[in-house]
């Protein structure tokens, strides 16, 4: 294996890994942006009112994308190990 294959794979490694982050994390950020707005339109300022919506938000999201992200992790590895015994 030379050290561009090594760099490839890491590479893919991370964009596998963001993307599939992505829907959480934009999900949180927006809940986030909504819950800081009502807080500052209402001037509340508990934080477990800004933690509890976030929370749930992110699992709400990684629910109804987690046959996605599962699909995702299955042909990154499947390809991955078939190219095993090129990197050899």
Same mark, same amino acid.
């Given at each position: 294996?030379?050290?561009?294959?090594?760099?490839?794979?890491?590479?893919?490694?991370?964009?596998?890994?963001?993307?599939?982050?992505?829907?959480? @994390?934009?999900?949180?950020?927006?809940?986030?942006? @909504?819950?800081? @707005?009502?807080?500052?339109?209402?001037?509340?300022?508990?934080?477990?009112?800004?933690?509890?919506?976030?929370?749930?938000?992110?699992?709400?999201? @990684?629910?109804?994308?987690?046959?996605?992200?599962?699909?995702?992790?299955?042909?990154?590895?499947?390809?991955?190990?078939?190219?095993?015994?090129?990197?050899?």
């Amino acid at each position: 294996m030379d050290p561009q294959m090594a760099v490839d794979l890491a590479r893919e490694a991370i964009i596998i890994t963001l993307i599939m982050s992505a829907p959480a @994390l934009i999900a949180g950020m927006a809940v986030g942006l @909504l819950v800081a @707005l009502l807080q500052a339109v209402t001037q509340i300022q508990e934080q477990t009112l800004s933690f509890v919506p976030k929370l749930v938000a992110v699992l709400v999201v @990684l629910t109804i994308s987690m046959p996605w992200m599962l699909t995702r992790m299955v042909e990154y590895f499947r390809e991955l190990t078939e190219n095993i015994p090129a990197t050899l």
